[in-house]
């Protein structure tokens, strides 16, 4: 824990409270000091501290296994912060044991982590991200309070964040299957204690019935449903529903017990017979045999997979198959995500079920090894050969422009470059899997349906300095320009750029009270990430969250369109690029702008190049797009 005390005080306390053991890291003008205290069952080996962090090598009771754990106070300022996170990767780089990392982090790992005052900084939210990736940490979650943090302060400015967090390698979940995390109520400071507990009873809960994946697999399936639902059942027409869905539930249990049974215990069989078949002379009749063992085991294996993944919530083929530790560990954070631990009753008390013996977890002690699937063997095979071209070209460089070349530079753009063609393949695959006529983009403006509003957005992006200039334009359902923004921001892709666009036309959605709004952009890959639920890259994951969780707050509807019905957005984006756009747009546009509009409701004919570059040295030919009316000498149109 964080603390101000001095050593003397923090004994008295540790006494009182019973504590054997302890560490401190003394205060230093006004920043805290650290605390550790334990219990002498719990064998403390202290390797190192600082003023921000206690890591030290922890031996439980219960486990023969030693593991690791760092206690985190990590610095207030961003810049130091930065500093602070490479300690914790060479940590991780260095590390062989099962690793706990707990504490105040002061940093939220996505936007819907903080609540109240400005917007999370979306930079260092994306570092606080790849941290955690770097370290290979998984959140552990929690239970009680979303926030662990406030000011204390009253009205709009109250801020509530989750700055405190236990995160763990894979080989601690593992270690520690029941392991849950609590938030505590805040009493005497700003921020709540967390509370670890390694262990605890699961009660088990009745099995609640879902319809399994795998049954899908099956042509029995169909018949047996047909037949339960075809069965009588007297009664009104809702009591009949419900009648006829029990008996389908009670038909396919039989029938799942029947036909499946457990799936593990026959691959286990048929890998056995398949070993045995494979190990005598070739004959017809021993190949058939084979090639029959082989489908059955192929269909088996597909109805595991399909059984896991379905409870797992994780996209197996972006994460690595059933077989691997980390699909294991998650498996297991869904279910403590799902166990009740406490209950509330009548009277607000809540109840806790420590004396309830625990429920078995059925696990599998020997799982038979995977062989690399072919989306594994080809990331393989892509990353060496992107490594090998760019090493090539810096190769080059060296010899014939004689540049110096640094060789951990080229790994990384290497690995960028697979990093971004292996996105627009899955993106790709995954449309191509879902629609069997993909959409095509629309091509001319479309007014919004009455009472509704429509969002076009667009970047203009500089070659030098990796800027760029954004523009969201907001129009009612009479094609006028009503509201709208731009600003300038550095950003490392194209995706990046038209993504904050993006999500900055959320936020001017959210903001328009109960309207319903529609998005447009004519970045494909964008809208894409955004009206979907596919897995986004780690460099656009904050932006995407963000986009997501006011889509699901506002309903917004995302839809992509050509460039030329997007032309208002892509030329406020461009004129601010140039430096060419009034601070009062909105309500005095230049006349090209106003011809866009017009042309967009009504047709009127596009502005010549040469007119656009004339009205932007005669700031006296603006105007309201909302008037009838133009100024003298402008190259624009009057509303009809």
Known sequence: METKNKRNALDRIKRSLKFDGSCYVESEGMSGGLALWWKAEVDIEVRFKTKNLIRCLVRWPSSSEAWLTTFVYAPPIPKERVIFWNSLRMVAKENKLPWLCVGDFNEVASMWEKEGGSDGNGRRIQNFQQLISDCNWMDLEFKGPAFTWSNNQGGTSNIRERLDRAMATVSWRLLYPKAQVFHEAMVGSDHSPLLIKVSIPLKKVPYRFKFESLWATS????????????SECPGSTMFKLRSKLRKCQEYLREWSKRTFGDNRDKIKDLTEKLRIIQGLPYDPENFELQK?????????????????HQRSRVNWLQFGDKNTAFFHATLLQRRQRNQ????????????????????????????????????????????????AWFIWKSRNSLVFNHEQVDPSSTIIRAAKAQSEYELINAVQSQVLDHCDDPPLAISAWRKPTPGSFKINCDVAMKREGLRANAAVVVR??????????????????????????????????????????????????????????????WEVYPLIMDIRAVKKQRNLEFIWVKRSANKVAHRVASLAAKGKLLLDWVANSLASLVSLLLHDVISVPLPSPLDIENEVNEPECLTSVGSSTLCEGSAGYPLA
């Open 219 to 230: 042509d029995e399936c169909p018949d047996i449903i047909a037949k339960a639902w075809a």
């Open 292 to 308: 029959a063992l082989t489908k059955d085991l192929e269909i088996t294996l597909l109805r595991e997979e399909m059984y896991v």
């Open 340 to 387: 009740m631990s406490t209950i509330r009753n009548e009277q607000g008390s809540w109840l806790k079920e420590e004396n309830n013996s625990p429920s078995m977890l059925r696990w599998t002690s020997n799982i038979i090894d995977s062989s690399p699937s072919l989306k594994e063997a080809a990331k393989v095979i892509g990353k060496v050969a992107f490594q």
């Open 476 to 537: 009612n359902d009479r094609g006028e320009l009503t509201d709208g923004t731009t600003y300038s921001f550095k950003c490392s892709s194209v995706l990046q750029g038209e993504l904050k666009a993006i999500r900055k036309a959320c936020f001017l959605a959210r903001d328009m009270c109960a309207v319903p709004v529609t998005i447009e952009s004519d970045n494909k890959t964008t809208i894409l990430l955004s009206a979907s639920e596919l897995v986004p890259p």
